[in-house]
């Protein structure tokens, strides 16, 4: 398989929408959450897991992994090249402070290498360093996770017009505000909060019917 060559498979760039899981924001498992949001149609999972031993998050990937085979959608698995390669996941998202990007293209081979990007000469070294996307943001403010200040749909502009690879904005984003991260650029957004808080049905039923209006 040509590398990122999955990214191509579905479109608009995996749908347009990644579900992020987060234990945090609701009272579900992981692997609970993700069969709901598949069954609403998500056909991108990120699965983000911060305060598990590496053992036991490679037990839940290996659960994910056969949960979006079943629903013949992407898994992507944060942080963990190794964990990522070894269940067969798609891919793998990688933080700033995680394995260098070459290193885990060595690794993932032909499968996704994305990376989360703060500023613009971050995203020009990830597209120069091998990546299939990158992630950029926050784009609003989040309370999520301590990503710093929000770098606002400006700055998402100039990135997408930057580089050439897919950008995947994350950080804040709403169904209110997701028609203007779109028009600022972004090829796919990548929601956790505003799918967890409330219905997650519903709620991945209504982002995703933005972004087929769109």
């Not at 598990?52 to 839940?60: P, Q």
């Not at 996770?145 to 990135?159: F, T």
Request: glycine content about 10%; proline content about 3%.
């Amino acid at each position: 398989m040509k590398r990122g060559s999955i990214l191509k498979e579905v479109s608009p760039f995996l749908g347009g929408f990644c579900f992020v899981t987060d234990r945090k924001l609701c009272g579900l498992t992981c692997e609970e959450m993700t069969r709901i949001a598949l069954e609403a149609g998500a056909g991108w999972i990120q699965y983000r897991e911060k305060e598990k031993t590496r053992r036991e998050i490679h037990r839940e990937a290996m659960r994910l992994r056969a949960l979006t085979a079943e629903y013949g959608a992407a898994l992507v698995v944060n942080d963990h090249t190794d964990i990522a390669r070894a269940v067969g996941a798609d891919g793998v998202h990688l933080g700033q402070d995680d394995l260098p990007l070459k290193e885990a293209r060595r690794i993932m081979g032909d499968r996704i290498v994305g990376i989360s990007t703060h500023s613009l000469p971050e995203a020009m070294d990830a597209e120069r360093s091998g990546a299939d996307y990158i992630g950029f943001g926050p784009v609003f403010v989040t309370t999520t996770k301590d990503a710093g200040e929000p770098r606002g749909l400006e700055m998402l502009g100039r990135i997408r017009k930057a580089v050439k690879i897919p950008v995947v904005a994350i950080g804040g984003i709403s169904e209110e505000s997701l028609p203007l991260v779109l028009n600022a650029g972004a090829d796919a957004v990548a929601v956790a909060s505003a799918v967890l808080r409330g219905d997650i049905s519903e709620n991945v039923r209504s982002f995703m019917r933005i972004i087929r209006d769109e």
